[in-house]
């Protein structure tokens, strides 16, 4: 099982990175476009999913917000997972491993799901109110902004996820490292 996780985990981050990379083809393009003096790029005949009718240099920049929205709101859960995350806590380092357990405990317990499991119903409810309503870019950006917002929430349920995860392992004594390693 641990295995299993391990590799969703890696896979998650690698899907995050071609997110990043993705980043980079679509501000090149934007790029392009400003020094060619193109607003738009494609022109559709029909309306399609997210761009509508044509994809033009605002829905390059709501492509790149989707993208980097997705990379980050994505990797924070495999991060927490794998224990690659950054600790600015002075005296993780100078406690026992039991001690840092009992730590990390407090912490996920008092204060990350609470913050978190707090976030869960307003995010849902800022996405939905951006479907019901149809919300989309109104200088010719991208349709369907609730793809956008939906980042949000699914994020939000992958931590949560997460720290339940995080928190089991503590609570057996074991990391979280230890749990996805063997």
């Given at each position: ?17 071609l ?10 393009a934007?790029v392009?476009?400003?020094?060619l003096g193109?607003?738009?790029l494609?022109d559709?005949?029909?309306?399609y999913?997210l761009v509508?009718?044509a994809i033009?240099f605002?829905?390059l ?10 990379a980050?709101?994505?990797a924070?859960a ?6 690659r995350?950054?600790?600015v806590?002075?005296?993780h380092?100078r406690?026992s ?5 009992r ?14 499991g707090g ?30 917002k939906?980042?949000l929430p ?10 339940l995860?995080v928190?089991?392992a ?9 749990v996805?390693h063997?």
């Amino acid at each position: 099982m641990g295995m299993w996780k391990r590799r969703w985990c890696e896979r998650a981050l690698d899907v995050c990175g071609l997110c990043l990379l993705a980043i980079a083809f679509v501000i090149a393009a934007g790029v392009a476009m400003h020094l060619l003096g193109l607003s738009r790029l494609l022109d559709f005949e029909r309306s399609y999913w997210l761009v509508g009718q044509a994809i033009t240099f605002n829905s390059l920049m709501g492509l790149q917000v989707l993208l980097f929205s997705m990379a980050i709101m994505l990797a924070i859960a495999p991060v927490l997972l794998l224990d690659r995350h950054v600790r600015v806590d002075v005296l993780h380092g100078r406690l026992s491993r039991r001690g840092q357990r009992r730590l990390e405990l407090v912490g996920h317990l008092g204060f990350a799901l609470p913050f978190f499991g707090g976030l869960l119903w307003p995010a849902w409810r800022f996405v939905e109110r951006a479907f019901v309503t149809g919300e989309r870019s109104m200088d010719g950006g991208l349709n369907d902004i609730y793809v956008i917002k939906a980042m949000l929430p699914m994020g939000i349920v992958m931590i949560l996820a997460a720290l339940l995860i995080v928190i089991a392992a503590l609570l057996r004594g074991r990391t979280p490292r230890e749990v996805l390693h063997g």
